[in-house]
């Protein structure tokens, strides 16, 4: 099993959507914008092992593919407006290149594989803006778009919708939150401290320390969650951490030890940094009313009939014609 398959081996998954707080969804057709950001790589190995599977006609597996649209579905019924998905076009990106040990598709299910292309398929049917990433990966498209969105006055709230700790990076206060719609759980500024022990602005540099076995790069010997978070909470970028322990003004188990290393393997914590910094200048949309859904287009039917699954149809077209009155 692959670095991406390990999280999501548990079944019985909700569905998602479903009991989405209301009271930050767009509370009318006119009201405040609300974005929502969708990881829809995570929403797809979600449902492939939260799900029971499903072989269409052709005898291929749709069972993800068709949870995740219904999925959507259920948030757009909910309230949602303006709505971004992004997915992993193929699995590797511009960070293979700069680490070998990066994450990459070996090992993974050929019935996920699948379903990728199909999904991105299904998502832009809807009429959902669909993010394909190919040089970059779906969490910098979220990042970018969540940035774009936060600097349009016009909207009230950005909702990254994902677990995924390298979001919690992009956390504003009040303004651009995380989600985790599994869990029912808003993430804030004060939520992400909570659970990491450093300001958002501090997780790049915490997933250096720490690293990231998701993502296939392994921090820095010694460096564990408590005592990196202690660190940052206090010196907030590698950068500005003293390299000698005496020079700390803070008490850490094997201060002396976790600082040599650091010296050591600065070059290396720099790297795993910049593997977790996600980036802000990959090309979403020109505007905030892009994000707006409009409607699934009329390649809905087709897709809806390939993963047996009419009631796509019946729900958008219901919901287009709610809308529009």
């Given at each position: ?295 699934p287009t009329t390649d809905l039917a087709a897709v809806a009939k390939t993963l047996d ?17």
């Open positions: 099993m692959g670095v991406w398959e390990c999280r999501f081996r548990r079944r019985g998954t909700p569905d998602p959507g479903r009991g989405v707080h209301r009271d930050v969804l767009n509370v009318g057709h006119d009201g405040p914008v609300i974005v929502h950001l969708i990881d829809g790589t995570y929403e797809l190995f979600r449902q492939h092992f939260g799900r029971p599977g499903h072989i269409n006609a052709a005898g291929h597996e749709v069972g993800a593919v068709r949870a995740v649209l219904r999925g959507m579905l259920s948030l757009l019924e909910e309230g949602a407006t303006h709505v971004g998905v992004a997915t992993d076009h193929v699995v590797e990106s511009f960070r293979n290149e700069l680490y070998t040990g990066y994450k990459t598709g070996e090992g993974m299910d050929p019935e996920i594989l699948a379903q990728f292309g199909p999904l991105e398929d299904g998502l832009r049917a809807l009429g959902c803006v669909t993010f394909a990433m190919v040089e970059y990966e779906a969490d910098d498209a979220l990042a970018a778009a969540a940035a774009l969105a936060a600097a349009d006055p016009r909207v009230d709230k950005v909702l990254i919708c994902t677990p995924d700790k390298d979001l919690a990076q992009c956390v504003t206060a009040g303004r651009v939150l995380q989600f985790d719609r599994r869990q029912q759980k808003i993430f804030d500024v004060e939520d992400v401290v909570e659970k990491f022990g450093v300001l958002p602005e501090s997780i790049p540099d915490w997933l250096g320390l720490v690293g990231d076995t998701a993502d296939g790069f392994p921090g820095l010997p010694g460096w564990g969650a408590k005592s990196a978070a202690a660190v940052l909470a206090r010196y907030v970028h590698l950068e500005q951490i003293p390299h000698a322990p005496g020079q700390w003004d803070i008490t850490v188990r094997g201060g002396a030890k976790l600082a040599r290393t650091l010296i050591d393997q600065f070059e290396e914590a720099l790297l795993f940094r910049t593997l977790a910094t996600l980036a802000l200048d990959v090309p979403t949309v020109g505007n905030v009313d892009e994000l707006r859904w409009a409607g699954a009419p009631d796509l149809m019946t729900r958008a077209k219901a919901l287009e014609a709610a809308r529009a009155s």
